[in-house]
C-alpha cells in the first residue's frame, strides 16, 4: 500500500452530538479537570473544539519508525468464522511497545519533555502502557517509572524484563512504596486503579516528576487518531467498505483511535457513520452493565471526579485475563457517545476472545494480545449471526491493538483447558456504584446498564 503516514492528529470534539459533561472536583461542582503537571498543549487538546492537530517533528519522526502500520482483508479468519461479509484488520503491534500504546507515549513524552519535566511515572495493567512509555522516555531522555499491576507483572515478568531494558524502574503494586498501597483491601492486586493512584501520588510528591497515563484522556485518544485516518485510506485504496468499526475498550484509546475518525468523516460530509462497536471484558463491563456516573479515575480519589460509564472505582476486578481490560471506567468522550447512541457496546468472555485469538493464529498468521482478542470475538460475531441486535451486512474492520507474545501463559490457560470467567453480580455491582453522582441536572437514582 503506498498510505502516507498523516501529518495532523484529528479530533472528534466538534461532531459530538452533545457537549461533554464537566468535571467535578471531589468537594464541589466546577472543578477544571486539568491537573497541575499536565503540559499546556494537553490541556488545549483535551478541551478546544478544533478539528486538526499538527503532529510535532519529532514526533513524526518516531511514528516513521513503525507508521504507516499496515492493514489487509482477513480472508483466512473470514474462513474459520464462516463470515458472511468482508474482515478488514489494522494491525498495531508492529512496534518496541508490542501495541497501539506508543502512538500517544511518544506524543506525551515529547509534551512533556518540552514542559521541563525529568521523569514520567505512570501505572500500568497488562504492561503494553508501561512498555510504550518506557521506550517513548528512552527516546526522548527522560527517566520512566512504572507501577504495574501485581497480578499482570507475576503472570509476564518479561514485560518488567522489557522495561527495564528500556531504563524504566518497575514496582509492582501494591508496592508499599506509598500510602495509598498501604490502604489496600484483600485482592486489590488486580487493582488498575491502585496503580495508578500509586502513580499520582509518587508523582505528586517528588519534584521533577509527573504523572502520565495512556488510554482514557481525551488527548490520548486524539493521539490515537493515527490509526482510524490511516485506515480510511487504507480502505479506500483497495476500494473496500464497512459499516462496523470495532475495538476493544479498557479506558478507550484503540477503540477510540480507530473509531472516532470514521465519526468525525461522516458528520463532517454528511455521512451516514459507521456502526462503532466497542467490545469491553465481561469482567468488566462498564458499557454494557455500568452506569453514567461521576466516578474517579484512580484510588487516591485526589483528582477530579469524571462522567463515565463505570461499575465503581472500588470494585474489585476478578484476577482474571481480562487484561489491560480491567480498569472500572470508559474514557469521558467514550462514555458521552455511549450515552448519546453514537456507539455501542457488548461483553465478551475470556474464553471467547482467546479462541479468537487462537483462530487468528491459525488463519492469519498473527498472535493478538488478549485484550485484541475481546475485539476479534465481537467481529466475528457481527461478521456472522450478529451480537446484542446488532450485525453487519457490508463489513467489518477491526483493531488489532497488539501481539500477544508477552502474553502467552494466557493462551497456555486456553490450550490446558485451565481458563476462568468471574462476571460481577447485579447485587455486586449495585453495592460498587452506590455512592455515586448520576450523570445530569435532576438525574434520577442510578440505574446499572442504564442509558439513552
Not at 97 to 116: E, I, V
Not at 157 to 173: K, T
Not at 363 to 369: I, T, W
Amino acid at each position: 500500500m503506498t498510505v502516507e503516514l498523516p501529518t495532523s492528529w484529528r479530533s472528534t470534539l466538534p461532531y459530538l452530538s452533545e457537549p461533554m459533561p464537566p468535571d467535578l472536583t471531589p468537594e464541589s461542582a466546577g472543578g477544571t479537570g486539568v491537573g497541575v503537571n499536565l503540559p499546556m498543549e494537553l490541556v488545549r487538546q483535551s478541551v478546544l473544539e478544533r478539528e486538526y492537530w499538527q503532529i510535532p517533528a519529532e514526533v513524526l519522526d518516531a511514528y516513521r519508525q513503525f507508521r504507516p502500520t499496515p492493514m489487509w482483508r482477513a480472508t483466512g479468519f473470514e474462513r474459520a468464522i464462516g463470515a458472511r461479509v468482508p474482515v478488514y484488520m489494522k494491525y498495531e503491534g508492529g512496534n518496541i511497545s508490542g501495541s497501539h500504546k506508543l502512538n500517544t507515549a511518544l506524543a506525551q513524552a515529547y509534551y512533556y519533555k518540552k514542559a521541563g519535566v525529568k521523569e514520567l511515572v505512570t501505572g500500568t495493567g497488562a504492561g503494553q502502557w508501561g512498555t510504550a512509555m518506557a521506550a517513548a522516555c528512552a527516546l526522548f531522555g527522560l527517566r520512566c517509572r512504572v507501577f504495574m499491576v501485581e497480578s499482570s507483572l507475576r503472570r509476564k515478568p518479561y514485560r518488567g524484563v522489557l522495561m527495564r531494558m528500556l531504563g524504566a524502574e518497575i514496582h509492582s503494586s501494591p508496592s508499599g512504596l506509598t500510602n495509598v498501597s498501604g490502604k489496600r483491601a484483600d485482592g486489590v492486586g488486580n487493582s488498575l486503579a491502585l496503580a495508578i493512584g500509586e502513580a499520582v501520588e509518587y508523582a505528586t510528591t517528588h519534584d521533577g516528576v509527573a504523572f502520565c497515563i495512556g488510554s482514557g484522556e481525551t488527548y490520548s485518544i486524539l493521539h490515537q487518531s493515527v490509526i482510524g485516518i490511516e485506515s480510511q485510506a487504507q480502505l479506500a485504496e483497495l476500494d473496500a467498505q464497512v459499516d462496523t468499526v470495532v475495538g476493544a475498550v479498557g479506558a478507550g484509546s484503540n477503540f477510540g483511535g480507530i473509531a472516532l475518525p470514521f465519526h468525525a468523516e461522516a458528520r463532517a460530509t454528511g455521512a451516514q457513520p459507521p456502526m462503532l462497536v466497542a467490545a469491553e471484558s465481561s469482567t468488566a463491563p462498564k458499557l454494557t452493565r455500568g452506569v453514567y456516573a461521576y466516578d474517579k479515575t484512580d484510588a487516591t480519589g485526589s483528582g477530579p471526579l469524571e462522567a463515565m460509564y463505570t461499575i465503581g472505582s472500588d470494585y474489585p476486578i476478578p484476577d482474571a485475563h481480562s487484561a489491560g481490560l480491567r480498569f472500572h471506567g470508559a474514557a469521558k468522550i467514550i462514555s458521552a457517545m455511549r450515552h448519546t447512541g453514537d456507539l455501542a457496546a457488548t461483553a465478551v468472555t475470556q474464553q471467547e476472545a482467546l479462541d479468537a485469538g487462537r483462530l487468528l493464529t491459525r488463519h492469519e498468521a498473527v498472535l493478538p494480545a488478549p485484550e485484541s482478542g475481546h475485539a476479534l470475538a465481537a467481529a466475528a460475531k457481527l461478521a456472522t449471526s450478529g451480537a446484542d441486535g446488532m450485525r453487519s451486512e457490508r463489513g467489518v474492520l477491526v483493531c488489532v491493538s497488539g501481539h500477544g507474545y508477552l502474553d502467552l501463559a494466557a493462551y497456555e490457560q486456553l490450550l490446558n483447558e485451565e481458563l476462568g470467567d468471574e462476571a460481577p453480580s447485579e447485587q455486586a455491582l449495585l453495592s460498587a456504584v452506590s455512592g455515586l453522582k448520576p450523570v445530569g441536572q435532576g438525574a434520577g437514582p442510578l440505574l446499572v446498564g442504564g442509558r439513552r
